[in-house]
């Protein structure tokens, strides 16, 4: 290997960079904080034990998320293109194949892949604002609430309608560009979305059960902690913020080389744990309060939370407020989501930013009836039930079978050993500018305790 020279931004032209460091940390934050903080980290949090498990998880942020993001932005700054041509640069720049963009392939068909049923999942977040206004929870019952889903599921109209809505943000935002869109965006959505979450914990100070949702959250049982809860740790840890996907190679081409690629990272990391956890608090105090399960697994916000604040003062206020906030957070992920085909499109076709994020979206729109489909119509349909491991799996549990357990891990992977064991050391430490001591650290996290984490997380998924 011989040492690259960093690729400047004399070149980058109309692609335009990020009008601020503030502006990359608070789009890199929206693609992690999403569905994942706000529905999945407290039921898994809830079924692993609470405090024990969640110190594993910062543990796992540090040592698995934080050094992967920053290995994918310093593919997307140094080659300046959709991440595909930035990984085929990079390589390129130091000797290595360019067959090692297949990482950032299957990254970018993952991320399709996810928005076509995220989407889906952010349609029923914009359907429950409407009936927690209308005060549809009010008085209900488990059975009731358990009702108003399984309604929602069962209707393929209604999934469409809120399915197509949800889609239409995420193109109109994308199809703006950079400056008019992305940035714009979550300047607006995540300021919004702390405050709302900020409020939100507050109204949970009232409910007499804050102190017992802080003490779940934060005094570790280690007792709770089986090997598995170890493993989901890890593999949450990876998935939060983003990684395998391509996103943070697209949003690392916009970067300006003065802006510090570690301490970046670090603070997106920060942030996106703040608001899991931040989540927890919001979460638990209700749970706790009427007697539920913390447990209660992926019904717990849309089946056992709209229970809570249907028997709770103000629950219909704050209900709204809730799912308002879960609607805002899918919205900035959906958009992390759709940039990177996007951005491929436009560098690779005639078709301008958004004539590319129409096609790019409309095909992902399509490809998500498959799973809306799969959740009525053809919910006894198992395409590969012949295998005894997706027995009874359906369309949607397929894709994301297969996109959380082999192509985030399998992209996150190749990319660690990459940037671990084929870019010029020099090269990384000039383009990354850290600290002798922090750098030191990162380099033998990446080359070494990375790929073996996300490796381990990559086995336990395909055989556990």
Not at 40 to 64: M, S
Not at 93 to 118: C, D, E, Q, T, V
Not at 166 to 173: K, P, R
Not at 293 to 315: C, R
Request: with cysteine; proline share 3%; hydrophobic share 55%.
């Amino acid at each position: 290997m011989t040492q690259s020279n960093s690729a400047s931004d004399s070149g980058t032209g109309a692609r335009g960079l990020w009008s601020s460091k503030f502006a990359f940390i608070l789009a890199a934050t929206g693609s992690a904080v999403g569905l994942g903080n706000i529905w999945k980290f407290p039921y898994v949090t809830g079924e692993n034990g609470g405090g024990a498990f969640v110190l594993v998880y910062l543990l796992c942020i540090f040592i698995v998320g934080i050094p992967i993001m920053m290995a994918e932005v310093f593919i997307g700054r140094n080659g300046r293109h959709n991440p595909i041509t930035s990984f085929k640069l990079v390589a390129e720049r130091n000797l290595a194949s360019p067959a090692w963009r297949i990482s950032a392939i299957i990254g970018m068909l993952a991320a399709f892949i996810i928005l076509s049923f995220y989407s889906v999942i952010g349609g029923w977040a914009a359907s429950y604002i409407g009936h927690a206004a209308m005060g549809d929870f009010t008085g209900g019952t488990a059975d009731s609430v358990g009702e108003l889903f399984g309604g929602l599921l069962a209707s393929p109209a209604k999934l469409l309608i809120w399915h197509t809505i949800f889609m239409a943000l995420v193109v109109f935002v994308v199809s703006r560009g950079l400056k008019g869109g992305l940035e714009r965006a979550v300047t607006i959505l995540m300021p919004a979305l702390l405050v709302l979450l900020l409020i939100l914990v507050g109204y949970a100070t009232t409910t007499g059960h804050f102190g017992e949702a802080v003490s779940f959250l934060f005094t570790p049982d280690f007792s709770a902690l089986s090997v598995k809860g170890v493993l989901v740790a890890l593999g949450h840890a990876f998935f939060t913020l983003s990684l395998g996907m391509a996103i943070m190679m697209a949003y690392g081409s916009y970067l300006s080389r003065d802006v510090s690629i570690g301490r970046t990272a670090i603070t997106v990391g920060i942030m996106d744990t703040v608001v899991a956890l931040l989540a927890g608090l919001a979460i638990f105090p209700l749970v706790f309060a009427n007697g539920l399960q913390a447990s209660e697994g992926p019904g717990l916000i849309f089946v056992t939370l709209p229970l809570a604040f249907g028997n709770m003062p103000m629950g219909g206020l704050f209900g709204t407020l809730f799912f308002i906030l879960l609607l805002f957070a899918a919205w900035t992920s959906g958009i992390s989501l759709l940039e990177p085909v996007v951005e491929w499109v436009e560098e690779k076709t005639e078709f301008a930013r958004t004539g590319s994020a129409v096609l790019v979206g409309g095909l992902c729109w399509a490809l998500g009836i498959a799973s809306i489909l799969s959740l009525n119509v053809w919910s006894g349909f198992a395409p590969l039930g012949m295998f005894e491991a997706f027995e009874g799996k359906t369309i949607f549990d397929l894709l994301d079978y297969f996109t959380a357990n082999i192509m985030l891990p399998l992209s996150g992977l190749l990319t660690a050993l990459f940037v671990g064991w084929f870019v010029a050391k020099e090269s990384l430490r000039s383009d990354l500018t850290m600290q002798e001591g922090s750098f030191a650290l990162w380099y033998n996290l990446i080359r070494y305790v990375t790929p073996v984490a996300v490796a381990i997380v990559f086995v336990y998924s395909l055989i556990g």
